[in-house]
């Protein structure tokens, strides 16, 4: 993964990987953050045409916390 991930908000470990789940015909991709303790993010909300794209929208969604400003 080419983004830095922040550690689990659970166990606060970084042993993560990333997951995702590919439509056929179509080639759609989505994906989560999982933590070896076994939490997993929220799963990249919409559909993607590569795996790039649906990883970096899972980091982005892993990354976010509820106290974030943003």
């Not at 076994?38 to 919409?46: L, M, Q, T």
Request: glycine share 8%; charged share 20%; aromatic share 10%.
């Amino acid at each position: 993964m080419t983004d830095k991930l922040k550690p689990c908000p659970f166990c606060g470990g970084s042993n993560l990987q990333f997951t995702h789940d590919v439509v056929m015909p179509d080639e759609l991709h989505h994906g989560w953050i999982d933590c070896h303790c076994g939490a997993s993010g929220s799963h990249s909300p919409f559909w993607y045409d590569n795996a790039n794209e649906a990883e970096a929208a899972a980091i982005q969604a892993w990354n976010q916390r509820a106290n974030d400003d943003e």
